[in-house]
Structures are given as structure tokens and as C-alpha cells.
């Protein structure tokens, strides 16, 4: 396919901070937000080479990212991006982390891409043009068993998100042993679009945590909604994707009752 060019300079900056990441690796400088979570120089430096990049060559667009915050230019088109998500896992030397670079046009999104700096995998999606790892086409799994699904979390850190995630993982841990929380949601969306896993959900999101992940998963044929199964954009404070049959058999758990509820819509602390 031809990349557009918001596409191919996209996919260029993610890798580019995903090189400046992995230099960084076991040696960035870490220090803690005022609601405990942690941010590092490499993941500042990270974000302002992305924002470079695309600003050079889309003066107009917004910005939004997890570190610099919303610089609106009163732009139809958003990028979204979290330069390094999996923070807490790059600083335990984990690899799993991933560069997430997002792009929304009036609140819905149309493109995404998630470089994985240490296999060296991109995944990208433009609205309508399908899913792709490294440039070969990809799709969610077919698996429908909620038993025998693997199916991972995460979670903001709000109350609400935590006591509702702690209630859906008792409830699907009861009947499946392999449900597991790994810690970078876009990389997490990516492997439910090519079907190394088969469903993500995630209360408490933010749009640069999920955004480019969730457009991956849509073109890839799969479901992606909140978890009130209304359609994920923008403004979604929360996210469930997975193929549809098995989408449908996660809304319906979700719905039993019993489970813990937001009584409020403020986004999840980040």
C-alpha cells in the first residue's frame, strides 16, 4: 500500500524514538508525577523528537502527548502520543515499551502506529486500508472461548478504575488462567490485531495510551468500544477490543451485575 504522508512520517519518528529509547535503556534518569507515576528523561526526550517531527511537517495539526500536555491549535486533526508506554517496564528493564503515535480527525481515529523498539516491529493502520506488522497485513484471532482466550488488562489510576478492574479480573480469572496485566496498552492492542493474544480491556484510559492501538485493532477486523460497548473515541474513558464473538461474550460478563461501577465520567489520572 502507499503510505500517506501523515502515515510515513509517523512511522519514522516512532522509530527514531524507539532508537533513542533503546540508547536510553537501563540509563534514563527517573522521577515520580505528584500521583506516583513514573516518568523518565527518555521519556521527555522521546517526546520531543516526535513532536519535532510531526510539527515540522504538520505546523497545523494539534498535539496532545502524556508528557507536554495538549498544545491545541484549533486543528480537525489530533495527534495523540505517548512516547513511551511502558514506562515502569523500561525502568525495570522489562522490554516490553512501545512508541504510540496516534492520529484523530473530530474526535475519531484514523491512524496508528506502534513501534516495538526491541523485535524491531511497526505496527500502523489507516482508517480503511487495513492492519499491517512491517508491512504485511494482520488479523485478530477467531478464538470465541472465553476460557481458553488470552486476555489482558490495565487500568488507571484512579479508585473507580482500580476497584472495577480488580472485580473483572476475580470474575475472569475464575474461569481462565491466562489473564494477564503486562503493562503497555497500544503494544497490548497490537497483539490482539495480529492475534498473539485475543482481547484487551482497559477502565481508566487515556486517549494517548489507546489511541493509535485502537484503530490497529478495527482495521485489523476486530471490535473496539468502551466498556459500556459505545463507540471508542477520543473522548472514551475506557476500552474493550477483541474479535467480535468474543467482544460480545466480554460486554455481556461486564454486564452481570455485581461489578463495580464510576459514579463519575473525570478522566483516570495518568
Not at 48 to 67: T, W
Amino acid at each position: 500500500m502507499r503510505k500517506s504522508d501523515e502515515l510515513a512520517v509517523a512511522i519514522e519518528a516512532a522509530k527514531k524514538a524507539g532508537k533513542a529509547l533503546l540508547g536510553d535503556y537501563g540509563e534514563a534518569v527517573v522521577r515520580y508525577k505528584a500521583d506516583g507515576s513514573v516518568v523518565t528523561s527518555a521519556d521527555t526526550r522521546a517526546e520531543a523528537m516526535i513532536r519535532k517531527a510531526l510539527a515540522r511537517s504538520f505546523p497545523s495539526y494539534s498535539f496532545i502527548g502524556e508528557e507536554s500536555g495538549f498544545d491545541d491549535k484549533g486543528s480537525d486533526f489530533i495527534w495523540m502520543v505517548d512516547p513511551l508506554d511502558g514506562t515502569t517496564n523500561f525502568v525495570m528493564k522489562n522490554p516490553f515499551f512501545a512508541v504510540s503515535i496516534g492520529l484523530a480527525y473530530r474526535k475519531r481515529v484514523v491512524m496508528g502506529v506502534v513501534h516495538y523498539p526491541f523485535q524491531n516491529e511497526t505496527f500502523y493502520a489507516t482508517r480503511g486500508e487495513g492492519a499491517h506488522l512491517n508491512d504485511k497485513p494482520i488479523k485478530a484471532s477467531r478464538r470465541s472461548n472465553l476460557e481458553t482466550s488470552v486476555i489482558t488488562f490495565c487500568h488507571g489510576r484512579d479508585r473507580y478504575s482500580v476497584a472495577q478492574i480488580i472485580d473483572l479480573f476475580r470474575r475472569l480469572k475464575s474461569m481462565n488462567d491466562k489473564v494477564r496485566q503486562v503493562g503497555a496498552a497500544s503494544l497490548e492492542l497490537c497483539y490482539v490485531a495480529c492475534g498473539r493474544t485475543d482481547c484487551f480491556l482497559m477502565p481508566g484510559a487515556n486517549p494517548w495510551d489507546v489511541a493509535a492501538g485502537a484503530v490497529i485493532v478495527r482495521e485489523a477486523g476486530g471490535k473496539v468500544s468502551d466498556l459500556q460497548n459505545r463507540p471508542f473515541n477520543t473522548k472514551s474513558k475506557s476500552i474493550l477490543a477483541a474479535n467480535r464473538d468474543l467482544h460480545r461474550k466480554m460486554l455481556a460478563l461486564l454486564q452481570k451485575p455485581g461489578l463495580a461501577r464510576p459514579t463519575s465520567d473525570r478522566p483516570a489520572a495518568t
